[in-house]
């Protein structure tokens, strides 16, 4: 079961290193669970496979960053973040600006959507909507799985997640906007203005 109190970022971008120095800093935890966390619960917002976790761990141990502090069956090592990792964490976020651009390919398609005639664009949007709502629920049931009062980390996280669950309520509030709009001839030529 991966440990959803770990939740440290939807939307908010970061880079991989600083994202698992973060999740290392509490409970230790192998690159397997780390891909397996990232796919369940960043994924969306910051996805990491495999191959890109493993040789990012190597770099932190290598720095002082993180430190294996068990090693299991198979050579299933766990690692944990080490103070010179906190503090990187701590420069990271007092010295580097965040980028706060966004380029979010599912609203640019949403520009090009007058092209498809109007069930296809309903059809579209309403798939869009599904997929809102699975990350939605995906982020509903991490909330109220965690002991958020646990420590800070818990509790800086949960701020963040509530990010998240906003972010998706709002893009499914949308959608169904726009879903009004193009049933009400918004995208065809000559169509009404979208109303507000």
């Given at each position: ?9 939807y ?47 190597g ?64 059809a ?10 699975r ?34 309520a ?27």
């Open positions: 079961m991966i440990d959803m109190s770990r939740v440290t970022c939307i908010v971008p970061m880079s991989l290193r600083h994202g698992l120095l973060d999740l290392l800093a509490g409970e230790p935890q192998s690159g397997y669970d780390l891909a397996r966390f990232f796919e369940a619960s960043m994924g969306n917002v910051w996805p990491a496979q495999h191959s890109q976790i493993y040789p990012e761990l770099k932190l141990v290598a720095e002082g960053l993180i430190t294996q502090v068990d090693e299991g069956p198979r050579g299933r090592k766990l690692y944990q973040t080490t103070p010179e990792g906190i503090d990187a964490l701590r420069t990271w976020l007092r010295e580097s600006p965040p980028d706060y651009s966004v380029r979010y390919e599912a609203l640019l398609r949403i520009f090009t959507l007058w092209v498809l005639p109007t069930d296809e664009a309903l579209y949007l309403e798939r869009d909507r599904a997929e809102y709502r990350h939605l629920a995906q982020i509903e049931t991490a909330i109220g799985e965690v002991e958020w009062s646990k420590n800070p980390i818990n509790r800086g996280a949960r701020l963040t997640i509530e990010f998240g669950r906003r972010f998706y709002t893009l499914i509030e949308w959608i169904d906007w726009a879903a009004e709009q193009v049933r009400s001839g918004t995208l065809e030529p000559g169509g009404p203005l979208p109303t507000i």
